[in-house]
Structure formats: structure tokens, C-alpha cells
């Protein structure tokens, strides 16, 4: 029999068998999950177990599975679950789930671990979006292109949205049994959910991605706007790392777009880059960097998760950037990349959250976050924990950024442009105050030169650094 994991839930990830499935709810009382996060899990176990030749069963936890039951599995995504399957004797079959292989990371990982150079790889690789021998378009990245703020009025697209069903209510009351019996607690808003916990449903959503938001995508994949919370985005990466869709069958759709005339090649690109690139990149690195990974602190970052931040509430905060994001994973347990890198991210370390503690936020807290593609986003990209070896420099930016980006500064409290006084954006004030903080630390590297040239020239950066060790405000 098959033992299937609760991220390999798509017809890809079936060996042709019998399965077992195990539902786990304890693993909801060793952590603590957004609420729509642990219903959209506990409603794509349940909708798998509809098929006859899957078992269902529940446990307390993983432990009790007998391993004279199960004999097979697909090789899991992380570190964890490898160890139980290795535990339990099974035969692995080689990871899917992926646009590329182990062996082919390890056989070219000697060049380099750039992501542009593994991207462009993958692209010749899988002939994805290639005339030839060289790239559609005669370019390999459109990111250029792809920097517009939304305009007055938002996109006004209309996004995938989920019909609960009967499977829903009773995870609904099994969640909120669990939640009276006082051994779990979640954060978040509960429901409606609002992703494709099925194979159907997110055949739908790629589907209604592909007709309404691919089209606009490119342009506004970087912008915030306020009243809208998908945007062109595609609500795809949650039935994505369920294993609910291949990630070639998806990249493939796309491409079939652009060649058939219905979507432009800068939206295209810019989308399927995030997949074949971005995903299967740090999915790599999660194996790559090993277990002591996490643990990076190249920063010495121990500040804790503030109260309100860990919690979601949005409404604790004046910065309208940081509350709105904050809101919108409280509501939605879901906020797209620039929101998750330039305003929480970029908060956290601005502020020196320790990168742990905020790695296994991330991933309780959003409905995609799994523990193998957090930690090379979170602890290296996001924080800068590792010293360097995700990313060449700290992704940290002040309120000018914001800016321009988001529609949020307007009705803000705070000035983006005022750094010093009781008008001074935390974020903009907080980004020079991060460069005292860490120059020893960061001097030497020479992407930095221009910034630390004009930290040099600040005429109040000591009574910045005053105001901001007093901040209370945010």
C-alpha cells in the first residue's frame, strides 16, 4: 500500500495502488496555525479520501502507522517527513512534484547557485518559452517591464473564489471542537476558504487564472493595493504545494497562452519564471543548506515577534503598510511576495525579529507556507540571516519604496519622506536606523558602497538613532 503524504495530493504522486492517507490534527497543538490554513489542509485530505481506492485513516500522530501496512511512498518534499518514511522501511520513488530533478541541481550546481543562471538552465532544459536556441523575445527576464503601481481605481479583476461544500462545514466544526477542547490555537479569521483544496477546483483556478489575471499579470505582479488583495496574482501556490497540480502541467498551460496571442510575453515570462525558477530554487536550496539552516543569525537578530504582529493584529499598528498586510494574512492567511518581502520582511528586519521565530511564523501563518520553501526566503532573501549566501544584499528599503509601490501612504499618519520627528515613517526611519545598526557587519560588502556613501552624509543620524530606539509607535 501507498502511503501518501498530505502535500502530494494530485494524480501525479499516485503510484497505482492502494493508499493509505493519514490525517494528523495534532499537529495543530505543537504549533500555532492560521485557521484557514489548517481547514484548506484537513478539507484537501478529506476531498482526496473521496477516491475509493484511499484509505483514510486519522491518528494522533505519525507514529502509529504500521509499517507492515505501508510499503511504498514518493519521496517527500522536507527533512521531516523523509525521516518517518525512512523510519517506517518504505521504498521511495524519486521526489515529484517539481520542474527538475536532484541529480540535475547537483550536476550543475558547480556554476553557480544564481538564480538567474539555474533559471535560464531550466528554461533550455525543459524548452520552455524558447524559440530555438534562444529565449522568446530575445530576452531572458522582463522583470523591467514589470514595475507598475496599480492604477487610481485598482484592476477591478476578478479572482478565483471556492464554493464550500459539505466537507468544509464538518472540518469547520472539527476546528472549532478542537479550539473549544483548549489544546489548539489558532490565529487568523476563520473562512471562508478561498483556495482550490481539490484536483478539481484547482484545475478551475489555473483555469481562471489563465482567462482573467494572466493577461495583466506582468505589469502589476509588484504592486499593493489597498481594496484589493489578489490582484492579477493567481492563488495558485497553496494547491501548487499540496500537490494538487504538476507544476509543468500549469507551466504549460501558460506557455500555450503567450503562443496562442492570449496573454503578452512580459506577463507570461514574469509568471512562469516564479515556478520553473523561483520554486523548484529554493526547494533546491532547502536540501542544499541543510537542517543548521534555519538556525543562521548573521545579524545576531533576537528582538521577539511582537505581540500584535504575531497575532495579526492590524489594527494595533498606524503604519498602514505593515497594518494592511497584516490584515490581509488575518483575512485571508495570504499576502502576495512584495507585501510578504518589502513590508513584513522588511519590518522584521529593520527591527531585528529573530529570523527562527519569524521563519516559523511565515510558514503557520500563510496558507502556502510549507517548511521547505520558507527558510531560503525567510531566513536568507527576507533577513539576510545567512550572511549572504541566498542573496548578494539585505532586502530592506524605506518608505519611498512603499511609495510608489502601494497605495497605502496617502492616509497614512506617517510621512514617507520624513525620517526624524513625530511624522517619521518607521519604515524610512527604520531603514537608516538598520544601516547603523549593521555597518560593521555590512561595510564590506560592495553592493552596499552607495548606501553606506549616503548614510555617511546624514545630518541627524544621531538623533535618528535616539528616536528610533524609543519607538513605541509603529
Known amino acids: 500500500m501507498q502511503l501518501l503524504f498530505a502535500d502530494q495530493l494530485g494524480p501525479h504522486f499516485d503510484l497505482g495502488e492502494e493508499i493509505l492517507l493519514p490525517e494528523v490534527t ?58 518517518l518514511a525512512n523510519s517506517l522501511g518504505v521504498s521511495l520513488s524519486e521526489p515529484r512534484g517539481f520542474c527538475s530533478s536532484r541529480e540535475q541541481w547537483l550536476a550543475n550546481k558547480g556554476k553557480g547557485l544564481l538564480l538567474e543562471t539555474f533559471y535560464r538552465n531550466q528554461r533550455r532544459t525543459l524548452g520552455v518559452l524558447m524559440d530555438g536556441t534562444e529565449p522568446c523575445g530575445g530576452q531572458w527576464n522582463f522583470d523591467h517591464d514589470n514595475r507598475k503601481p496599480v492604477p487610481k481605481g485598482g484592476l477591478g479583476v476578478q479572482h478565483f473564489e471556492v464554493l464550500e461544500d459539505e466537507i468544509d462545514a464538518q472540518v469547520r466544526r472539527d476546528l472549532d471542537a478542537l479550539e473549544a477542547s483548549g489544546l489548539v490555537r489558532f490565529i487568523g479569521e476563520d473562512g471562508p476558504r478561498k483556495f482550490a ?32 488583495w489578489v490582484l492579477a496574482h493567481s492563488m495558485l501556490s497553496a494547491p501548487l504545494n499540496l500537490g494538487l ?76 503598510c505593515v497594518s494592511h498586510a497584516l490584515e490581509s494574512v488575518s483575512k485571508n492567511a495570504w499576502a502576495h511576495h512584495i507585501q510578504r518581502l518589502m513590508i513584513l520582511g ?11 521565530a519569524l521563519n516559523d511564523w511565515f510558514i503557520d501563518a500563510f496558507v502556502d507556507g510549507t517548511p521547505w520553501v520558507m527558510p531560503a526566503n525567510v531566513i536568507g532573501m527576507s533577513q539576510y540571516a545567512d550572511g549572504g549566501r541566498m542573496s548578494t544584499k539585505p532586502y530592506s528599503a524605506g518608505g519611498s519604496y512603499i511609495s510608489k509601490m502601494t497605495n497605502l501612504c496617502g492616509g ?23 544601516l547603523v545598526a549593521n555597518e560593521a557587519k555590512l561595510r564590506g560588502n560592495p553592493r552596499m558602497n552607495q548606501v553606506f556613501a549616503g548614510l555617511s552624509k546624514l545630518s541627524d543620524r544621531s538623533e535618528l538613532v535616539l528616536q528610533e530606539r524609543a519607538r513605541k509607535r509603529f
Not at 503567450?258 to 503578452?264: M, Q, V, W
Request: charged letters at 25%; one cysteine or more.
Open 346 to 356: 522588511n519590518f522584521a528586519l529593520q527591527r531585528g525579529l529573530n529570523p527562527r
Open 26 to 83: 495534532s499537529q495543530f497543538a505543537k504549533r500555532t496555525y492560521h485557521r484557514q490554513k489548517a481547514h484548506l489542509i484537513l478539507y484537501a485530505i478529506r476531498a482526496r479520501a473521496m477516491d475509493p481506492r484511499v484509505t483514510l485513516v486519522k491518528l494522533a500522530s505519525y507514529r502509529e502507522l504500521d509499517p507492515n501496512i505501508v510499503t511504498r511512498a514518493v519521496s517527500p518534499t522536507s527533512r521531516p517527513m523523509l525521516a
Open 412 to 434: 497614512c499618519r506617517f510621512d514617507p519622506k520624513v525620517r526624524v520627528g513625530p511624522n517619521a515613517c518607521p519604515m524610512t526611519a527604520g531603514y537608516w536606523n538598520f
Open 197 to 228: 483544496g481539490s484536483r478539481e477546483e484547482a484545475l478551475r483556478a489555473l483555469d481562471h487564472f489563465i482567462k482573467h489575471q494572466l493577461p495583466i499579470f506582468g505589469p502589476y505582479e509588484d504592486a499593493v493595493y489597498d481594496t484589493e
Open 245 to 320: 497540480l504538476d507544476p509543468m502541467e500549469v507551466v504549460r498551460r501558460v506557455e500555450e497562452a503567450y503562443r496562442s496571442g492570449h496573454a503578452p510575453l512580459q506577463s507570461v515570462e514574469g509568471f512562469i519564471r516564479q515556478v520553473i525558477g523561483w520554486r523548484d530554487y529554493v526547494w533546491h536550496l532547502y536540501w542544499e543548506f541543510g537542517e543548521d539552516y534555519e538556525g543562521s543569525n548573521f545579524l545576531n537578530a533576537n528582538a521577539p515577534l511582537p505581540e500584535w504582529f504575531a497575532n495579526l493584529r492590524g489594527d494595533e499598528v498606524e503604519s498602514r
